[in-house]
């Protein structure tokens, strides 16, 4: 099976880190297993002499990292547990009960998906525009990243590495200031209307353009609003579900795309030349055209490369906020709305932190189950594990 | 390979393809730096053309103060910036290789339910910590201080990690020898381990100022948002976002957003193989 916690255990970096976290979001209790490659590597020597004093000092060594990590992540993750649990507003201690704050039960996550509403009808748009944003972002980052890999792996290639830090070098820098420049290509008097315009092209105004691009090709095949359409689902209508991504995401959709191909690009060229010269030679021989020995070749060994790449894609991407919050804030018409941006807003603007501790507990699990479901998909038929697992690994 | 041989009209279209996507990934950055020196008529008449005409360096004078225009106060954000990041960096880099390194060598009882914990951490999403962080930095009653700022950031599990894969693969044999010699097992990590350990920390140290000098959302929840305890980044954020003065500016806001860009920039150039490492060594090796 070509899973990730198979990697060797000597992976240095990031990529090792990102894949335990990969390994520890879609296998659950990330127990046994997790922990075998190290105490493997350093068998239980006799305790006693030189020894003895390890223990006091190993929990000396990890002190600090359990102190920060406790009191700044899990313990404040049961606290927003705890307010995603009642009406707190900010302005008490949102643990003494009464002294306005009052426990409300379940009634923040069923106000996201059963009560007609503002707030379920915000929620359920940021996760309709989020919906279409995880659908292209993913697959076009993923295709952008293996096919700059695949060109800059060309052995014969000059100037490898110019090309290599140009692709890059967009995926180290700061997301706001990103987000700030294409702010700018992207405005009525920017570059990218300036360029379409050398074509003739008259360029939308891209940010306060709230149509949606699925809209746009109904009507232009003359459908519009039609009445198959007007069932609703939570609260929305089927047209309004239809719409994908605004003109306005559309541009977030592209600044990320153009952003992070480059970080994944470099995980498709360390698995590329891992590839043993010998399969692509006897390919060549064989003489099977590019596309044969890519689609029965190369993906197939790269494998492991591409469930990495797609599954913190899909982490990635349902937390987008960073671009959200420079580039409109939800606006136009809420099109460019995430969840994330919307349980911040909810929270820091309109101080309901009960309700947006609710969604981000939402989009949490909504990332657990497309990862595991998607972990599910990838593994070849004959490795699959149950999708879902009570209790911790055997 | 044997495709190698291939005809000089693909070669041709390859280096194409190559240049075309060059000119995609750099162009804007290029316009970004050339918008920096000009006018805001010339910046919107002229949005695609790399020469400003006419040349200014106002938006420069502005941001280092020269103006006397404290509406925009760039070199506070500056300012916390680098203090914020430069001791992030430093804690970080320390305490993520002590515990990767106890958790690599050093036999103690619960060790192995340390590092399931350690992956669980890693897995929950950033998403869901926002208003966490905020909770906690309330209760403590460090809301709006550099305190809140640096703490919840001097040790990220990630890089904890990191060493911890790294240590594991090392040979033992050197510290066992200094152990054997009577040093102390602080004394063994500090000045034995460590040295050897160059790569790694390199690897760390960038990928910690990378993140920290980046950081966005955690500092809009931990802070009110005053510039006092402003960082670059989040002060652009407000300007960008156009809750600084009026009209576009957008020589001024990508000025500021090249400031923004240079620090990791730099590094990023002068360390780039290590930058390379920090994605995915893992890989390489495999």
Known sequence: ?394 | MIERRSNPVKTILLYAALLAFAVFFIYPFLIQISTSFKTDPDAANNPLSLVPNPVTTQVWQRIFGQTGDSSVPVTTWVQNSFIVTLVVTAARVFLDSLAGYALSRLQFRGRNAVFAALLAVMAVPGVALLIPKFLMVNYLGIYDTYTAMILPLIVDAAGVFIMKQFFDSVPVSIEEAARMDGASIFRTFWSVVLPMAKPALITLTILSFQGSWNEFSHFLVVTKGTPEHQTLVTGLASLTSGQLGSGTQYPLKLGTALLATIPVAVLFFALQRYFIRGANEGGVKG
């Open chain 1, 1 to 394: 099976m070509a899973s990730i916690d198979e990697r060797p255990p000597d992976d240095v970096t990031a990529s090792g880190a990102r894949a335990g976290q990969v390994a520890a979001v879609s296998a659950g209790t990330p127990t046994g297993q997790a922990g075998a490659p190290g105490a493997r590597r350093a068998p239980r020597r006799n305790r006693g002499g030189l020894r003895g004093r390890e223990g006091a000092a190993g929990w000396l060594f990890v002190a600090p990292m359990i102190v920060i990590l406790g009191v700044f992540l899990v313990i404040p993750i049961g606290m927003a547990l705890w307010v995603s649990f009642t009406n707190w507003q900010g302005n008490s201690n949102p643990f003494q009960v009464g002294q306005g704050t009052d426990v409300v039960g379940l009634k923040n996550y069923t106000d996201l998906f059963a009560r007609d509403g503002l707030t379920r009808d915000n929620f359920m748009q940021s996760i309709g525009n989020t919906f279409y944003y995880v659908l292209l972002v993913v697959p076009l980052q993923t295709a952008l990243a293996l096919g700059l890999a695949l060109l800059v792996s060309n052995t014969m290639l000059k100037g490898r590495s110019f090309f290599r830090t140009a692709f890059y070098f967009p995926s180290v820098t700061s997301s706001i200031a990103i987000a700030t420049v294409f702010l700018f290509l992207f405005s009525n008097t920017g570059a990218v209307n300036a360029f379409l315009a050398l074509f003739g092209i008259d360029g939308p105004q891209w940010f306060t353009d709230s149509r949606g691009l699925l809209h746009l090709a109904f009507n232009a095949v003359g459908v519009d609003n039609p009445s198959w359409a007007q069932g609703e689902i939570f609260g929305r209508t089927l047209w309004d579900w239809l719409s994908g991504p605004s003109v306005a995401m559309f541009v977030i959709i592209f600044l990320v795309i153009w952003t992070t191909s480059g970080t994944f690009m470099l995980m498709f060229i360390a698995a590329l030349q891992d590839l043993p010269v010998e399969i692509d030679e006897a390919a060549a021989l064989d003489g099977t055209s590019r596309w044969q020995k890519l689609r029965h070749v190369t993906l197939p060994m790269i494998k492991p490369a591409l469930f990495l790449v797609i599954t913190l894609g899909i982490i990635g991407t349902w937390q987008v906020f960073d671009q959200i919050y420079v580039m409109g804030k939800g606006q136009p018409d809420g099109t460019t709305l995430s969840p994330a941006f919307l349980s911040y807003q909810q929270s820091f603007g309109n101080f309901r932190y009960g309700s947006g501790a609710a969604m981000a507990f939402v989009v949490f699990l909504i990332i657990v189950v497309l990862t595991r479901l998607q972990r599910y998909v990838l593994t070849d038929k004959d490795d699959r594990k149950p999708l879902f697992r009570l209790g911790g690994r055997k």
